[in-house]
């Protein structure tokens, strides 16, 4: 069963501050993803990653940066949290080869004040 | 952009009852997949298709890339089918974007 691991699972950050959100993966995925949640919007693409040291522009990337340092990790990191990145965040993987799903972690709640 | 546009937002169906959840797509799309949001939060992956239809249990999805829409149906809904539904569209070898989800709620 393919594992994708967040964290952390919950998180409240002032706003101006930073915040990195991690996501390990066991699967050897080669694509990550970044994606957020609001209520109304279903999933919004932020970044993601098909190979490490590598990361590309989603849907909404203003406000988010993103790292992948190996194949097993992938970060978003949000420089100076805002009240409006207050949301859910979820994380997923899939394998390059043709006709695959993605695997998603458990989800982020970041609660910026 | 490219789109994914999923209807209906919500639905009601009594025990026993079926429907059929939408989405239609404003580009050509290489594969669908639909995913199930659970009591805990979780995205469960109910189908992957590149093209035509497949069926599980009580669930069936079809997918036609050149009309740009893609189906899930629902039969003999139960109330453990309640939550909230998502369609999701690879646009390219990479990138996968998400409808806005229909919000099923089973009633007895």
């Known amino acids: 069963e393919a594992a994708v691991t967040q964290s952390p699972r919950s ?3 002032v706003t101006g501050g930073k915040v990195t959100l991690s996501c390990h993966q ?23 990653s098909y190979v490490a040291d ?32 207050t949301a859910v965040y979820f994380c997923a993987s899939r ?19 | 952009g490219d789109q994914v546009e999923q209807s209906p937002s919500a639905l009601s169906l009594h ?15 290489r594969a669908v997949q ?20 497949k069926e599980n249990g009580r ?17 003999d809904a139960q109330l453990e089918d309640s939550g909230t539904y998502f369609c999701a569209a690879d646009t390219n070898a990479y990138k996968v974007i998400f409808g806005k989800g229909t919000h099923l709620h089973v009633l007895p």
């Not at chain 1, 909404?60 to 009240?83: M, T, V």
């Not at chain 1, 394998?95 to 004040?113: A, D, K, M, Q």
């Not at chain 2, 025990?15 to 799309?29: H, I, K, P, Q, V």
């Open chain 2, 59 to 75: 669930l069936k999805s079809a997918f036609d890339s050149k009309e740009r829409y893609s189906t899930l149906h629902i039969r």
């Open chain 1, 54 to 85: 590598s990361t590309e522009k989603g849907d909404i990337p203003d406000g988010y940066k993103a790292s992948r340092p190996s194949q097993e990790n992938f970060s978003l990191i949000l420089e100076l949290a805002s009240l409006s990145q």
């Open chain 1, 11 to 13: 998180k409240v950050a």
């Open chain 2, 34 to 53: 639909w995913f199930r949001k659970n009591s805990r939060g979780s995205l469960i992956n109910l189908f992957y298709l590149a093209s035509g239809t």
């Open chain 1, 95 to 113: 394998t390059s080869n043709s006709g695959n799903t993605l695997y998603f972690g458990e989800g982020s709640r970041l609660i910026v004040v």
């Open chain 2, 15 to 29: 025990e026993g009852t079926g429907s059929a959840l939408r989405c239609n797509f404003t580009t050509t799309m």
């Open chain 1, 26 to 48: 066991t699967n050897n995925h080669d694509y990550m993803y970044w994606y957020r949640q609001d209520t109304g919007h279903g999933l919004r693409l932020i970044h993601y």
